[in-house]
C-alpha cells in the first residue's frame, strides 16, 4: 500500500486565525458539531467535507516508523481517532450525514471552549512540536506556559519517563494532547492538592 503525503486537516486553512471559528457561530442556525466517524474514515470525511467547502479541523500528526526493508516512512495519522469537527448549518450537516463516514454527530453547546482548545491545538501541530495523545485527562498541577512560542497556554503538568509535560485537553472530549515542555517556561496557577 503506498504511503499518502500529508493531506489538508482543515478547511479553510485560516479557520481560526480569522475568526470565522468564533464569528459564525454566532449567526442563527450555525453550530460547532462533533463528528464520530466510522473506523478510519476521518480522512475521508475530511475530504469529502473539504469538497463540499464545509468548514472543520481533524488534526493529523506524523508518525515515523521504519518499513519492513528498513526504511525510514512517515504516514500522518488522525490526533484524535474518530473524531472531526465540522461548523455548519442543518443543511450543511445533512450533506455530511450523508457521505456514509459519520456514526454519531452531536452538537457543541460551549463553542468558545471548544475553539479555544481547538487552537491551541492547530498553533501547536503548524509549530511542528511532537504531540502524544492522552485519551482521559489526568489531575496534577495546573499550569501557565509563561514564555516561548506557547506563552499563553493553559494546562496540566504531567510527568513521563522523567520528563515534564504539558497536557493541553479537548474538554468536549475528555481528551487531550501533551507535549515535552521545559520547566522552567511555566507557572503554577492551581497547586493540585495531592500535591500539597
Given amino acids: 500500500m503506498p504511503i499518502l503525503k500529508r493531506e489538508n486537516d482543515i478547511y479553510p486553512p485560516d479557520l481560526f486565525e480569522s475568526g470565522l471559528a468564533l464569528t459564525r457561530p454566532a449567526q442563527e ?22 469538497s463540499m467547502k464545509i468548514p472543520h479541523y481533524a488534526p493529523v500528526v506524523p508518525k515515523r516508523y521504519r518499513s519492513p526493508n528498513g526504511r525510514l516512512r512517515t504516514s500522518y495519522i488522525p490526533l484524535f481517532a474518530n473524531y472531526v469537527f465540522m461548523l455548519a448549518d442543518q443543511e450543511q450537516r445533512y450533506r455530511a450525514m450523508t457521505t456514509n463516514c459519520i456514526r454519531k454527530c452531536s452538537a457543541v453547546k460551549d463553542f468558545e471552549m471548544l475553539v479555544s482548545d481547538l487552537s491551541q491545538v492547530h498553533a501547536i501541530v503548524q509549530a511542528g512540536v511532537p504531540l502524544t495523545a492522552e485519551s482521559k485527562l489526568a489531575a496534577g498541577d495546573k499550569v501557565k506556559v509563561r514564555t516561548g512560542p506557547f506563552a499563553g497556554y493553559e494546562g496540566v503538568v504531567l510527568r513521563r519517563e522523567g520528563k515534564t509535560r504539558l497536557l493541553l485537553s479537548i474538554r468536549f472530549l475528555e481528551e487531550g494532547v501533551s507535549m515535552a515542555i521545559d520547566e522552567g517556561q511555566l507557572e503554577i496557577t492551581d497547586k493540585h492538592k495531592s500535591n500539597q
Wanted: hydrophobic share 30%; with cysteine; glycine share 10%.
Fill in 29 to 50: 442556525g450555525v453550530h460547532w458539531w462533533c463528528l464520530y466517524t466510522e473506523v478510519r474514515r476521518e480522512k475521508d470525511l475530511t475530504r469529502k467535507l473539504g
